[in-house]
């Protein structure tokens, strides 16, 4: 059985277009929209630059085999990774992704495992599950589990409600424009936009919130008995992800409201404990920041022995994800976010892409599948299926010019 046998740091670099995209018919949302945060609290908005950029991990096998991971937070994980994750794992067999995930957890004991930590980890972790799919030429869906299902319903995530109508969307989930800072006239302004987005997507259409932690438990409660005349599907991260008893209290003043919540919890453990306490109705963790593959999985298991579902944050916009989606045993829905402009098909979302919008969505790779009609089928593998020419990955080490850094 091979080993592993280097764990190795790397940038994308795209080479540019080499023709023109599809025109978009306007600019989307992410220009028009101001979204709420919770850093409204100040007087002067905070730098909320993620450290460091995305960065590519790829772990080679001693028989030349390799497999690709990637994570945000580029520099501080590079740092984590080759003097601490990349030694726990060397000379591990390919394949033993448990055994090399406990590995990275313990490293990482004495100074913290969540957070930046979590986030390192997952990196790597993506890496050796993608070696280890292509060392035996199957998809990750297949090592993991799966397949549960041949295809899954999708939901759009953004505010252009009628390009997702027609993209073939049925499901939407938008952002709000308003925090607890804005009082009543946020509250008012928010349920003009939900108004709008009903009338746009239809009386069949479910509908969903991302609140991204700006509101307090007050604010969320009368947040949500504003909004119940139009059926919200759920209500997403309305208080910050370690508010455990504002959760509590939030169920008791609104029991019938569905609430989702999860993306920035890093490791299994606080989502362990909301399960548990039956805070949420829906857990929607991310595979980069909860520590990767492995990590979600042994959630996912959790929550599915008490009957709560999970659907990733971001799950459609990345192999990675998808992969997941299919392994999982209680998943049924996957998450696409609209980061093009409207007018620009979902296909020239990808890094290479020729338009320029596309060329910045979020994580994507060529060659990552798209929804059709709302719907994703299964991804391709082996590994994770994904596949980048090794001349667009440059070592971390190296900078824009390709001179050697440090």
């Not at 190795?8 to 929209?33: D, I, K, M, N, V």
């Not at 292509?134 to 589990?145: F, I, Q």
């Not at 997702?164 to 009082?183: I, N, Q, T």
């Amino acid at each position: 059985m091979a080993t592993i046998e280097r764990i190795e740091l790397f940038r994308l670099e795209p080479p540019p277009a080499e023709r023109a995209g599809t025109p978009p018919t306007r600019q989307s949302w992410h220009h028009t929209l101001r979204q709420a945060t919770p850093f409204d609290r100040f007087d002067e908005p905070v730098n909320r630059r993620e450290p460091g950029g995305m960065i590519w991990v790829k772990a080679t096998a001693s028989d030349g085999t390799y497999g690709l991971g990637s994570t945000d937070t580029g520099e501080t994980a590079a740092i984590l990774i080759e003097q601490t994750l990349g030694p726990a794992v060397t000379g591990q067999q390919v394949g033993a992704v448990d055994a090399c995930n406990d590995r990275m957890w313990h490293a990482c004991l004495s100074f913290g495992m969540e957070g930046l930590a979590a986030r390192a980890i997952a990196g790597v972790d993506l890496a050796l599950w993608d070696l280890w799919g292509k060392s035996v030429g199957e998809p990750v869906y297949r090592l993991a589990g799966g397949p549960q299902r041949q295809s899954v319903p999708c939901y759009l995530t953004g505010n252009d409600v009628d390009w997702g109508r027609e993209l073939g969307f049925r499901k939407f989930k938008l952002a709000r424009p308003h925090s607890v800072y804005d009082g009543q006239a946020g509250i008012e302004g928010t349920v003009e936009m939900i108004a709008k987005a009903r009338e746009t997507a239809g009386a069949d259409a479910d509908l969903m919130l991302d609140c991204w932690m700006a509101y307090d438990v007050d604010y969320a409660a009368r947040m949500c008995e504003a909004l119940r005349p139009f059926r919200m599907a759920w209500m997403e991260e309305m208080l910050p992800y370690w508010n455990y008893d504002g959760y509590k209290a939030l169920r008791q003043r609104v029991p019938w409201q569905t609430m989702a919540t999860g993306e920035h919890w890093s490791t299994k453990h606080p989502g362990i404990r909301a399960v548990q306490d039956r805070l949420v109705d829906l857990i929607q963790a991310d595979l980069k920041w909860i520590g990767g593959f492995t990590e979600a999985m042994k959630l996912a298991h959790a929550a599915d022995a008490c009957g709560i579902p999970m659907c990733l944050h971001t799950g459609g916009n990345e192999l990675y994800g998808q992969h997941w989606t299919f392994a999982a045993p209680n998943v049924h829905l996957i998450e696409y976010i609209q980061f093009s402009d409207p007018g620009v098909p979902l296909e020239e979302c990808y890094a290479g892409s020729p338009s320029e919008a596309g060329r910045k969505a979020y994580r994507a790779t060529p060659g990552t599948p798209v929804p059709k009609n709302g719907t994703m089928a299964l991804p391709p593998g082996p590994g994770f299926g994904v596949h980048l020419p090794e001349d667009w990955l440059i070592p971390w080490n190296v900078d824009a010019d390709h001179n050697q850094r440090g």
